[in-house]
């Protein structure tokens, strides 16, 4: 079975540009998150969805961040205009049902902002 | 918010050592997951064990719930199991995670 994918794998960008993360979630599971990870802070949840609804934002950073969840396999995390701070590993994960069952991660999208 | 400690924060092991890795949190919890993220930055589910002892060839963990801690145990390390080991757990709506104990393994 497929686990969650993530594309791109690396992103380098300048300041400024917008920047489009994209996730597809393992089939059937019905609750997606996105985190980030950085050294100051650690991982860091930034926000979840269940069926396809966002349920919970407040770890978004600013309004800069954005998240959509159009369809049950598909949810893009977007930056605009993106800053050097926002360089990071984001990772999306997913899981069968609700919020306390086991998380499954993707492999990460490496982002660096120059 | 509930917090996640964990201990030691580095360790360093020579291969065939065993070692136990902990984790505290402050409040009741019904989900704990321990995950080990290699030098690739992939973060791989170890794991899913709100409480009791569930063992996987040679790692294994246990969690008190009603003391609100946690063990991964692991036997006869190897160079391969290097790598930074996190414990997380659903505080309110979120999976929180400790600082993670770096571990390298020396052969």
């Known amino acids: 079975d497929a686990g969650v994918i993530q594309s791109p794998r690396h992103e380098v960008t300048e300041m400024g540009q917008e920047v489009t993360l994209r996730c597809k979630p393992i089939s059937g599971h019905n609750s997606l998150f996105w985190y980030r990870q950085t050294m100051m802070r650690g991982l860091e949840l930034l926000i979840y969805?269940?069926?396809?609804?966002?349920?919970?934002d407040s770890g978004m950073p600013e309004d800069r961040f954005s998240a959509k969840m159009p369809n049950a396999s598909f949810s893009t995390l977007k930056i605009q205009p993106s800053e050097p701070r926002d360089s990071a590993v984001y990772f999306c994960a997913s899981n069968p049902s609700g919020r306390a069952n086991e998380q499954f991660f993707g492999p990460g999208t490496r982002l660096t902002v120059l | 918010g509930i917090q996640v400690e964990q201990s030691p924060p580095d360790l360093i092991l020579q291969e065939g050592a065993n070692s136990t890795l902990r984790c505290n949190f402050s409040?009741?919890?019904?989900?704990l997951q321990w995950f080990h993220q290699n030098p690739w930055g992939q973060l791989i589910n170890l794991f899913y064990i709100p409480s009791g002892t569930k063992q996987n060839g040679r790692l294994s963990a246990t969690t008190v719930a009603t003391e609100r801690y946690s063990l991964l145990y692991i036997s006869s390390s190897q160079t391969t199991d290097s790598g930074v080991y996190f414990c997380?757990?659903?505080?309110?709506?979120?999976?929180?995670f400790g600082a993670g104990t770096i571990l390298r393994v020396k052969s």
């Open positions: 969805f269940n069926n396809n609804v966002p349920i919970d």
């Open positions: 409040d009741s919890v019904n989900n």
């Open positions: 997380a757990v659903v505080g309110g709506n979120k999976l929180v």
